[in-house]
């Protein structure tokens, strides 16, 4: 019987890790200590898997110690593939995880990456470090695959095993180890490739289409804005025509789409390809947090409200709703901009786990919302709770003269004073 070692136990790794091991013995690894005591203990902080989910997978030990990893046949790595400081990928955690394995790895075994990468990256980058450090030839003592992950952090609805599996192998034979080990836990089905690079390429688009189609969505919201027109409006009358497609404007943060469109423009770099497509939608996008914070600076002017000493409270900073996952959040991007302009900000948010935010964006976030003193409030993130709070309340944290914004439309435009899909923007135009 197959046993399988899932290297990195995250959003992607630790259901993999559960659904395989209510089948198959399973050993889950991470280099995080704490992380794996939790586990062992049957927490998950991102509250992805519940308690009858670790009852259920009885086979699977959690473990940081790399021997536990020597009996293993199948190695599935769903380490964190981000950008560094330039937009460029950073492959450290892929080119550690397969030197690790590396040494653990025998004939016929099978390492399986789901990480997003760039076309090519398995075979040009992994497989070489895979063969250097183990002494094994590639496709004759190891095989390969390449199954990329369709996580979807807090959605109840779309779990692990009801997402469509694409899946692919170094060689026909291979292919269908992978595709019938995955067929195990996705009762989805599954969708075969004819090769690594065509399941890499087809996982970086999917997530890069709807990059672009946001930011188109995002610049006409800023075009609309100025034109006076409500954005919110235009797209309800779009979308009774069949075939348009329903995106709305917003941040775009996260792992996935504010991170992938990254990896297929190093690529295509690399072959002499400008995607001007691509690198205008991410540019539009990663400005969005710059003009949020510039129409409510507009907004404040009209109420006479400086931004220097202004006190903001931002609502919500995790990158979506309802989930605890602060990975690449764009709402930093409005806590900055608001400090540039020598405003004071607090952040509250209770789905944040505290000491990620302060390692991640040394932000202490508040625990309770002092009532009558802020300046301007910005709903950035839909949180269930927020919505249940309503509208009355959320005002009651401002003073007698402040701005209340809707980054993401959960209170009627007739009830806030500014939404990124709706603003009087002729109105504050005029003072000037």
Known sequence: MDKI??????????????????KLNVVGFDINLLRVKELQNGFDKTLEIDSDDFKKASSIIFSSNPKDLADCNIYIITVPTPIDSNKKPNLGPLKEASSLIAGYINDGNIVIYESTVYPGATEEICV????????????????CGYSPERINPGDKDHRLSTIIKVTSGSNPATL????????????AGTHKVSSIKIAEAA????????????????????????LDIDTEEVLEAS????????????????????????????????????PEMILAGRRLN?????????QILLLMRKKSIQSLGANVLIMGLTFKEDCPDIRNTRVIDIVNEFKKNGSTVDVFDPWVNKPDVVYEYNIETIN?????????????????????????????????????????????KTEVDGRLWWQSMKICIRIF
């Open 5 to 22: 070692a899932v290297i990195g136990l995250g959003y992607v790794g630790l259901p993999l890790a559960i659904e395989f091991g209510k």
């Open 128 to 143: 070489p470090i895979l063969e250097h450090s183990s002494g094994l030839i590639f496709n004759k003592d190891f095989f």
């Open 176 to 187: 269908d180890k992978i595709d019938a080990l995955y067929k195990k836990i996705i009762v």
């Open 203 to 226: 996982k970086v688009i999917e997530n890069t289409q709807r990059d672009v189609n946001i930011a188109l969505i995002n610049e006409l919201a800023l075009l609309f804005d100025k």
């Open 239 to 274: 979308g009774t025509k069949w075939n348009f497609l329903p995106f709305k404007p917003g941040l775009v943060g996260g792992h996935c789409i504010g991170v992938d469109p990254y990896y297929l423009t190093h690529k295509a770099a690399k072959v002499n390809y400008l």
């Open 286 to 294: 990663d400005n969005m947090g710059q003009n949020i914070v510039n």
């Open 368 to 412: 309770k919302i002092e009532k009558n003193y802020y300046d301007v409030i910005v709903l950035a993130v839909a949180h269930k709770n927020f919505k249940d709070l309503g509208v009355t309340e959320i005002k009651s944290y401002g003073r007698k003269k402040h701005v209340l914004y809707d980054v993401k439309s959960i209170f009627k």
